[in-house]
Every structure is written in structure tokens, then in C-alpha cells.
């Protein structure tokens, strides 16, 4: 690696952005240099833009680098590194634990219990350590996997849209020739729906509206219900002679949802939520039904222990990333695929950057 600078896309303030030209960063024990060569926009990268997450520390400072769904190749590779070589083609994970607390310890790395403590060997790129949102970027080797040969670099920066469904689902499992409910078909919902249907899930209900419910519906759900025009409870229901799906996720992060997922399942069905919530706003669900229904609900974050499985799942064409990715922009036109992403412009699901 002869190259000393690169070019980055800074967030310099809140909703503010710099392009500006800065170091390459230094290869560490256990770490690589990636080349970034694709970077999809997630959902909460807005909400780091717009300063709602300041106070859980996204980000830790500005100027900042964003972006943690991302794949690249390795151009350089530190000491200590057996596992990859320079030119393996790589996707990557968001977040490094320390390894050694409890929750490391039995594979919650995701939530891990020294989060945000950089000493400690915790990282979490694109929230408190540096991102994708550039040309070049250090990952340690736990964080990087390598891409089968038939997955394109755009299609495998969505290994983290992909794994968060993947996390999401395993931790509610899946009834074989059952039925789901997928409240949401943004770009995680969609990958869940495509996900739950090669687990072997019989029907696929899913719950939304206009352009990415048609996409559903082109992409394989057995029902796409409109909540603009009818009410998504009384539609589950009615498919399911009044039973209720096996399995709900909810991958929308609307208000309303969560206790439409309580009184959509099954008694002694099960929910998953994805979806990031206002919390004051939420309207809770039925706990009286909760109990006597014997209805699980669990939370789920990121996608730990599950990437080696998903880029499986791609290179097998289970996950078909084609109708997720939508827009591609340039590194120098950020701030416009934000725009594109938030708002949807011209139909936007995935918006992919190419440093």
C-alpha cells in the first residue's frame, strides 16, 4: 500500500458534511486495510446526521466518518494476521467486541458490556470508531469475513441488512411450513421475507405500503397488505382463518406496530423486533394477552454469529440483492444518496455509496 492520504466524507457537524482529503489509517495487531469498495446507508445513519443519537454517543465527535455496511478487499495486512491476505475480497460487521467480558464470552458480542470503551479492544465502526464512509479503513480480522466469488461488492455490502433479519429470526426460529408476518418492507424486512421463505415458512404475509410493497410482492410474499387501505390485524387474521402467524417481525420501527404484532400472532407464537423505536411514543401492547397467550417477544440487535451463514444464503441465491438495492452514488455525492435514502426519491430501498 503506497498511497499516504485518501479521500473521506466527513460529518463535520450535525447535517453537515466535508469531502476532504486525510490519512490512511495505520494497520494494528490483528487488523487489515481495507479498500472500500461499496458502503450501503443504513437506517440509523440519518439519525446520527440529524444529531438524535448524540446522547447515546453517535458519534463520540466531529468530524466523524460514517458508514458500517460495507465491503471492500484487503490491501494490507498487520501483524499477527494468518486468516486473510492481500486481494481477498471481504464484507464486514459493525461491531468488535472486547472478547472478554460475560457477554463476549458466550457470543453477545453485539452487547458487549465495555461497549465504547476503545481501550478495552471494543469497536464499533461507523457509531464510535471511524467508518466506510472513505476510500480506506482498518477492521480487525474479527469483524471481516470473506465474500464468495459469485457476490458482487454492491450485493455484499448488505451483509449487515441481511444478518440483522438473520440475527432476528434465529432468535424467535421459524415454523416450517408455517406462517410470518413481516411488518415493513424496507430493506431489512425484505431480506427477512426472503430469509424466513428458504428456512421453509409456507406463507409470507407482508405488512406496508405503495412502492416497497410492490417490491414484496415481486419478490415472493404470498399476501401484501396495504395498511393504508385496510387494517394489517384484521388481514393477518383473516388469512390465517383467525389463528395468527406462527412468527411476526417487526422491521418498521413504527409506533403502532409492536402491539399490532401482539394481537397478529398466534397464542404461543413469537415476535421479533428489529426496528428502532421513539420510546415515549410506542404504544404498548397488551400484557394481559401476552400472558395468557404465552406470546414470547424478544428484541434483537445487529447480527452477531450469523454472517458466515448469510453470505451462504447470497452466493446460494436464496437472498436475491437486486430488488434491495435501488440507487449508487459516488463518495463526492453523499450528502445527495442521504437525501435520495431518507426520502425516498424515484422509489429508493437501498441506496449503495462506491468510494
Not at 468488535?96 to 470503551?117: F, H, I, M, P, V
Not at 464499533?124 to 457476490?151: E, R, S, W
Not at 458466515?308 to 447470497?314: A, D, H, P, R
Request: charged content about 20%.
Amino acid at each position: 500500500m503506497s498511497a499516504k492520504t485518501m479521500t473521506a466524507c466527513m460529518l463535520v457537524d450535525v447535517n453537515k458534511f466535508e469531502i476532504r482529503e486525510v490519512p490512511v489509517p495505520e494497520v494494528g495487531f490483528g487488523e487489515v486495510l481495507c479498500r472500500i469498495r461499496a458502503v450501503a446507508i443504513c437506517g440509523t445513519d440519518p439519525e446520527i446526521v440529524n444529531g438524535s443519537r448524540r446522547s447515546i454517543g453517535w458519534p463520540p465527535h466531529f468530524p466523524f466518518i460514517l458508514g458500517h455496511e460495507w465491503s471492500g478487499e484487503v490491501v494490507e495486512v498487520g501483524e499477527g494476521v494468518s486468516e486473510f491476505k492481500i486481494g481477498d475480497r471481504v464484507a464486514g460487521e459493525a461491531h468488535k467486541g472486547c472478547g472478554y467480558c460475560r457477554n463476549c464470552l458466550r457470543g453477545n458480542y453485539t452487547l458487549c458490556l465495555n461497549y465504547g470503551r476503545s481501550e478495552t479492544g471494543h469497536r464499533h465502526y461507523g457509531f464510535t470508531n471511524p467508518g466506510a464512509n472513505c476510500q480506506y479503513n482498518v477492521y480487525h480480522v474479527k469483524a471481516i469475513h470473506k465474500i464468495p466469488d459469485n457476490l458482487s461488492f454492491i450485493h455484499a455490502s448488505l451483509l449487515d441488512t441481511a444478518g440483522v433479519a438473520m440475527h432476528g429470526i434465529q432468535l424467535i426460529g421459524i415454523t416450517p411450513g408455517g406462517t410470518v408476518a413481516i411488518y415493513g418492507p424496507g430493506p431489512i424486512g425484505l431480506c427477512a421475507m426472503q430469509i424466513v421463505k428458504g428456512m421453509g415458512a409456507k406463507t409470507v404475509i407482508m405488512v406496508g405500503r405503495r412502492h416497497r410493497l410492490q417490491i414484496a410482492r415481486e419478490i415472493g410474499a404470498d399476501y401484501a397488505v396495504d395498511f393504508e387501505k385496510e387494517d394489517p390485524v384484521k388481514r393477518i387474521m383473516e388469512i390465517t382463518g383467525g389463528i395468527g402467524a406462527d412468527e411476526v417481525l417487526e422491521c418498521s420501527g413504527a409506533d403502532e406496530t409492536p402491539m399490532q404484532c401482539v394481537n397478529s400472532v398466534r397464542k404461543g407464537g413469537k415476535i421479533n423486533l428489529i426496528g428502532f423505536y421513539e420510546d415515549d411514543s410506542v404504544q404498548l401492547p397488551p400484557m394481559t394477552k401476552m400472558v395468557l397467550d404465552e406470546i414470547l417477544m424478544v428484541g434483537s440487535r445487529a447480527n452477531p454469529n450469523v454472517s458466515e451463514q448469510v453470505l451462504n444464503l447470497f452466493a446460494a441465491g436464496v437472498i436475491n440483492g437486486e430488488k434491495v438495492v435501488s440507487h449508487r452514488f459516488p463518495l463526492e455525492k453523499y450528502p445527495e444518496a442521504l437525501d435520495t435514502f431518507v426520502n425516498r426519491k424515484d422509489g429508493a430501498i437501498k441506496v449503495v455509496i462506491e468510494p
